[in-house]
């Protein structure tokens, strides 16, 4: 009989960093994530995310964010897909880490994205998630550029990508929340200039993870 693993293969993905770990995102740590974001993430004057999904009403935000990430894994295929992880600290969820793509076979290349419970921010965890996640993403998943982006009135995002090694790229006017424009900047990482952590970084998962993304290797 198969494995649900088997089915999705993402689901086994694992990359242990000290006592941080990104786990490919199962139905319960999926809830684990809802009630993470029902706690917070941002003061409500804020928005750093392009969509301002995290402005959901009480309970409808937990129905919307497991909607999303089911979404993204009934639809998940080479030329299109979000790979999001769960970040666990101490095995506890605090957040998501993961990268969107398309036409990955060709371009080998995808952005970034993340979020932590605003309970987690502060003590250089979103630094730490996100080289694990390059590291993955470089050394394992044949990713030859990775991007990201962020808005110029979120600095600790733009902190998070300068220290990964990013460098910026152009600045872009979108529309953030209703009527309100908001400049962008544009990120990009390459293998060279990766900043990786300063221990080992533990990857599982990842050899059958690389042909649902279409490598053949």
């Not at 198969?2 to 006592?19: E, N, T």
């Not at 006017?173 to 080992?200: C, D, H, S, Y």
Request: glycine fraction near 10%; aromatic fraction near 8%.
């Amino acid at each position: 009989m198969s494995a649900l693993v088997d089915l999705f293969p993402p689901l086994g993905l694992r990359v242990v960093a000290g006592p941080l770990e990104l786990r490919g995102l199962t139905d319960e740590l999926i809830a684990e994530l809802c009630d993470v974001a029902e706690a917070g993430i941002h003061d409500p004057a804020d928005m750093p995310f392009y969509f301002p999904w995290s402005t959901a009403p009480a309970g409808e935000l937990s129905r919307n964010t497991a909607a999303y990430h089911w979404g993204k894994r009934s639809t998940f295929a080479p030329d299109d897909f979000c790979l999001d992880l769960a970040v666990l600290l101490d095995g506890r969820v605090i957040g998501s880490q993961g990268v969107a793509a398309k036409n990955f076979p060709v371009t080998r290349t995808g952005e970034t994205g993340s979020w932590l419970g605003r309970e987690f921010q502060g003590r250089g965890l979103g630094t730490v998630m996100r080289q694990a996640m390059c590291e993955l993403l470089l050394d394992h998943l044949g990713f030859e550029e990775i991007t990201s982006g962020a808005f110029v009135d979120n600095p600790a995002s733009l902190a998070v990508s300068r220290k990964v090694g990013y460098r910026p790229t152009t600045v872009s006017r979108i529309k953030r929340r209703e009527g309100e424009l908001a400049m962008q900047q544009g990120l990009v990482l390459t293998p060279e200039a990766f900043v990786r952590l300063g221990e080992p970084v533990e990857v599982t998962g990842a050899e059958a993870v690389r042909p649902f993304l279409g490598l053949d290797d």
